[in-house]
Every structure is written in C-alpha cells, then in structure tokens.
C-alpha cells in the first residue's frame, strides 16, 4: 500500500481527487519554471553591475573598450535572460494544458452527478473554476509567486554591498510582506461572499432568460429585472468593500516602495559621502533592493488573482469530494429487456419524503408495460429510476437479473430509450440529436426518424437532417421537439425504452405514429414502458401498472386491470372497455 492509500483511510483524511491528480500532473512544469526563475533572477542582477561598472571604472578610466565590452555582454545577458522567460512562459503554458487535460472529463462528470442530485445552473461553475486555477498557471501571479523564494538571492547582494542595505532591504521586505498578509485577512472573506454572489446572480439571470417568451408575455421583465438588480447589487457591494480596504493597503505598498526607493538613494549619498561606498555602489544598491520589493509588490498586485483561484480550486474541490465517481463497473452482456423491480423505495434528490413505496412489478423482455395513474403518483419518477437517472433509496431495479448500480452507464445508455415529460434537445443538427452526438451511423438515423413518423417532417426543412435547430430546439414547435426526441430514443433499437407522456405535444398524426412505432418496438422484441395519462395508448400495452400516492394500486394484465377499474364490467380481451378513459384516469 502506498502512503498515499495508507493517509487516505486515515480518520479525518481527505481522498485524493482528481484536482489533486490535475495539480500533480502539472507540478513538473512547475518546478522546471521555479529553476528557471532562479536563474532569471541571478541574470537580474546584471543591470545593477552594468551601472556600478559604468560608474565606477567607466567614466573614471574614460575607456571606451570597456564600456563597449561590457555593453556586449550585458546584450548578450539579457538576451538570454529573455530567452529563459520566455521558455518559463512556455512552460506554464504547457502545465496549464496539462492540467487542463487531467481535470476537464472528471470535472464534467461531476457536474452531470450533481445535476442529478439536485438541478441547478450553479453546478457549472466548476466547469468555468477550472478555467480559472487553469488561467491562473499563465498569469502574473503565478509568476510572481516563482520569483519570491529567490528574493533572499538580492538580499545576500545588497548586503555585500553593505550591511546597511541589507538591513533596509529585509525591513523593507518585512513590511511588504506584512501588508500583503493584512490584505488576505481583510479581504479574503469579502471576495468570497462577492464571488458566491455573483455566482447566484448569474444562475438566476441563466435560468431567468430560459423563459423569455414568458417573460415577455405576462409582463414578468420589470419584476424579475428587479430580482436580478438586487442579487447583482450584493455582489457589487461585496466587491466595494473589498476594493476599499485592499485600495487602501495596496496604496500603503505603493507609499512603502517610493519612501524605500528614496531611502535607498539617501543612504547610499551619505555612505558614499563617508566613503564606505562608490557611487556607482550607490545607484546598484537602489536597483537591487528594488528588486527585492518587485516580487512582493506583483504578488500584492495579483493578490485578487490569487484569491480568486484559491476560491475557485475551493470550489472544485467540495464538488469533486461532494460528488465522487462511481466504482469501476464490469462490462455485462447486453441487456435483452427484462424489468424486475423488488420493494422499491425511493426520494426525489435532496428531499425526505419517499415518492415511491414498497414497488413491486416484473416486466419480461418483448412486453410492452403502461403505466397510469392521477397526477403526482410517481410516475415520471418511477420513470427517472427505471433509467438509473434518480438512485434507489431501499430496494432493487434490475434489468436482466443485474441491478443498475451494477451497469456501467456508458455501456447501459446505448441500450435504453428514454424520452422525459420535459423534452431538452441540445445546440445542433438534427441529425447530431438523434443519434445522441455519437458517431453518425445515417442508415440508424434514418430509420429512427422513421420509426417516430418524423422522416418526412425532417424533410420539409430547409436543411433536413443537417437543419441546426438551435438551443434547446428552438427553432422547431412543440411537436416536433417531441416527436425528435422520440426518434433519439428509439436511435439504435434500444433493449428497454421509457416513454413519458410521449404524446402529451402530438397531433393526431404523430399519435398515430407513436402507435405504430410501439407496435414495431413489439414486434422487434423491445420493451416499451408507457406512462400516459390517455388511456385509449392502453391498447398497445400488455400489461398495465396504476400508481396512487407513490404506491402500486394494481398491477397485471390490461384488461384484468382495467376491469378492477371499471367494477363488475364485463371486459373484451384485447380491447379497452367503454368509458375507460374516465375510469382509468379516476
């Protein structure tokens, strides 16, 4: 075992994510930027002793040879100083990606698990604070944080110059490193509220404009306007706070920098006056303590980069720790289509009250399954479960013996069809929706589209297949939405596919589509599970579940079902009773 498996089931450790992963990934750039930055700085010192050098041997020698020598070698200095900075920047650039690479899948994936907890524009922040710790390897901050470890490298040459600057030098370190540490403490919590503030003004304008039409039509803009002025004014307050007391200290910096800059000069005259020092001494002294400052003053500079970052990898941490992947899953054999549900009790994410109670049904492979009941019986929840999209508080769903915990997503999703009382198409073609933005198999999106009866309507557009519908389907009406959205999921002839309220947008024609489409899934050897709260689709069903208040009423047989229904009725097999739309929907 390693020492980091052995620190993990420590008490009180916390797991390794894939941040920790990303950072790790990166940590080699780093360190060769850091050895870069050793020796940028010692090539730093060539400017001060150019000037001691033209000052003190120079102009008192009056000899042009050395000044032309020296001016040479400075070029030739400083030419590969810029070279060494500009493979540092190189390589941050390249930790960054690398970073980038590391975290982007993990990072999306935890996102999507934390939508399924609980939905939320929020989430995808994370997507945007990898963005900013990745930023962050490009930026000054970054940087200036390489350069402080060899601040020591100018001390130590100030003070051979004399003891005197030093001292001033590490005095004025001091109090630059004092400021910047009061500028953490007073804004360190007041960026974070502005931060998390404005993360919850942007959410809400996102899921705000998500309903423009309604907006514009019941006269909401004024009031939802004033709803989002107030949330984006906390924020701003939060940020002036903030920038008031950093203001503040960073003009303090600002103050301990010239004052030290005249210092410096003023001492060195009386030294040089005193004979202690040349002035050529005396102008490499103001040079090199400056640059002692130079790297305090960038990171107090880039202090709001800094803090931003260290927020942002915060927060992608707690996503990552809240929502961690799931175990590694053995590929199963494909699924034929056999539903067992066994004792089934299940919660809505981030709720108390169970939706789903003591479920008990089995539903062979081929078998097409409708599922009825009043509204807010649990049906579009049930639904949710049987696609592994809400997990199973007590209890089994099991698709072919194997319970879904058991499956491997990517490898159940292929398998199964499901279409949402709530369709959500995505930014692109057709074409791209249907086959699910996989790798286009146009003789499988064809005949999905036909199966749905939408061929002919995908026809008529102006660009087909390849029409871009825009987000969220945006260009198209209700019904076609729809009836898209069941081509998706019928792409591939699903082993299990889930339809919830499939015709709640049709017309009569794309009903009539619907039927002939669960007819051919039948004969196919698919299974179908239709929840509809139209009764006369209950002819296509074998058998029949009815659902009150989260638990099973009935369970059976169509027409047995449909029988209990009705009372002492006589019922036709293979044909739905008179008056069974009233009863059923009773």
């Given at each position: 075992m390693s020492f980091a498996q052995l620190r993990q089931r420590l008490p009180g450790s916390k797991v390794d994510t894939a941040l920790d992963a990303a950072v790790r990934a990166a940590r080699p750039a780093l360190g060769t930027a850091l050895v870069f930055s050793l020796f940028i700085n010692i090539l730093g010192l060539t400017g001060p002793l150019y000037m001691m050098q033209v000052y003190d041997r120079v102009l008192s020698s009056r000899n042009i040879a050395t000044l032309v020598v020296l001016t040479v070698l400075i070029a030739i200095l400083y030419a590969v100083c810029a070279g060494l900075e500009s493979l540092r920047t190189r390589l941050l650039v390249r930790a960054g990606l690398k970073f980038d690479e590391e975290i982007n899948d993990h990072a999306f994936d935890a996102v999507q698990r934390a939508s399924l907890r609980k939905a939320s524009a929020s989430h995808v922040q994370a997507l945007r604070d990898t963005d900013t710790v990745r930023d962050f390897f490009t930026g000054g901050g970054l940087v200036s944080l390489c350069d402080l470890p060899w601040v020591p490298i100018y001390i130590l040459f100030a003070t051979l110059l004399s003891p005197w600057y030093g001292l001033l030098a590490v005095i004025s370190c001091l109090i630059s490193g004092a400021l910047a540490y009061a500028n953490d403490r007073a804004t360190r919590k007041l960026l974070d509220q502005a931060t998390k503030a404005n993360i919850a003004a942007n959410s809400q304008?996102?899921?705000?404009?998500?309903?423009?039409?309604?907006?514009?039509?019941?006269?909401?803009?004024?009031?939802?306007?004033?709803?989002?002025?107030?949330?984006?004014?906390?924020?701003?307050?939060?940020?002036?706070?903030?920038?008031?007391?950093?203001?503040?200290?960073?003009?303090?910096?600002?103050?301990?920098?010239?004052?030290?800059?005249?210092?410096?000069?003023?001492?060195?005259?009386?030294?040089?006056?005193?004979?202690?020092?040349?002035?050529?001494?005396?102008?490499?002294?103001?040079?090199?303590?400056?640059?002692?400052?130079?790297?305090?003053?960038?990171?107090?500079?880039?202090?709001?980069?800094?803090?931003?970052?260290?927020?942002?990898?915060?927060?992608?941490?707690?996503?990552?720790?809240?929502?961690?992947?799931?175990?590694?899953?053995?590929?199963?054999?494909?699924?034929?289509?056999?539903?067992?549900?066994?004792?089934?009790?299940?919660?809505?994410?981030?709720?108390?009250?169970?939706?789903?109670?003591?479920?008990?049904?089995?539903?062979?492979?081929?078998?097409?399954?409708?599922?009825?009941?009043?509204?807010?019986?649990?049906?579009?929840?049930?639904?949710?479960?049987?696609?592994?999209?809400?997990?199973?508080?007590?209890?089994?769903?099991?698709?072919?013996?194997?319970?879904?915990?058991?499956?491997?997503?990517?490898?159940?999703?292929?398998?199964?069809?499901?279409?949402?009382?709530?369709?959500?198409?995505?930014?692109?073609?057709?074409?791209?929706?249907?086959?699910?933005?996989?790798?286009?198999?146009?003789?499988?999106?064809?005949?999905?589209?036909?199966?749905?009866?939408?061929?002919?309507?995908?026809?008529?557009?102006?660009?087909?297949?390849?029409?871009?519908?825009?987000?969220?389907?945006?260009?198209?009406?209700?019904?076609?939405?729809?009836?898209?959205?069941?081509?998706?999921?019928?792409?591939?002839?699903?082993?299990?596919i889930v339809l919830d309220e499939p015709n709640a947008s049709l017309d009569a024609a794309g009903e009539q589509a619907l039927n002939v489409a669960v007819q051919a899934l039948k004969k196919a050897g698919r299974t179908v599970i239709l929840i509809t709260h139209k009764t006369n689709n209950l002819g296509l069903c074998d058998l029949v579940l009815l659902l009150n208040e989260g638990s099973v009423h009935g369970f059976g047989p169509r027409d047995e079902v449909i029988a209990k229904l009705l009372g002492p009725r006589l019922v036709q097999p293979g044909a739905m009773p008179p008056g069974a739309p009233a009863a059923a929907k009773a």
């Open positions: 304008a996102t899921t705000t404009f998500r309903n423009a039409e309604v907006l514009q039509a019941m006269g909401m803009v004024p009031n939802l306007r004033k709803r989002w002025i107030s949330s984006h004014g906390e924020a701003l307050n939060w940020h002036a706070v903030a920038s008031d007391r950093g203001g503040t200290l960073m003009a303090a910096t600002r103050f301990n920098r010239m004052f030290m800059q005249s210092l410096i000069l003023g001492l060195g005259a009386y030294l040089a006056i005193n004979r202690e020092i040349t002035p050529g001494m005396m102008i490499a002294a103001s040079i090199i303590v400056g640059r002692c400052i130079q790297p305090i003053e960038m990171a107090i500079g880039n202090w709001k980069a800094i803090v931003n970052m260290r927020s942002a990898h915060g927060r992608v941490q707690e996503l990552l720790r809240a929502v961690p992947p799931p175990a590694a899953r053995m590929r199963l054999p494909d699924p034929q289509g056999h539903v067992q549900v066994e004792n089934l009790i299940a919660h809505a994410p981030g709720t108390e009250f169970p939706v789903l109670r003591g479920v008990n049904f089995a539903l062979p492979a081929g078998h097409v399954l409708g599922i009825i009941g009043p509204s807010a019986a649990g049906k579009s929840s049930l639904a949710r479960i049987l696609v592994g999209v809400w997990p199973v508080t007590a209890g089994s769903v099991r698709l072919d013996g194997s319970d879904l915990r058991h499956w491997d997503p990517e490898q159940l999703g292929a398998h199964l069809g499901y279409l949402p009382q709530d369709v959500e198409l995505f930014a692109g073609t057709i074409a791209d929706n249907i086959c699910r933005f996989g790798v286009r198999d146009d003789a499988q999106i064809v005949a999905a589209a036909q199966m749905a009866g939408t061929h002919e309507m995908i026809q008529r557009l102006p660009a087909g297949y390849n029409t871009d519908i825009g987000e969220n389907g945006a260009s198209l009406s209700g019904g076609q939405r729809q009836r898209i959205a069941l081509a998706r999921a019928l792409y591939g002839m699903p082993a299990l």
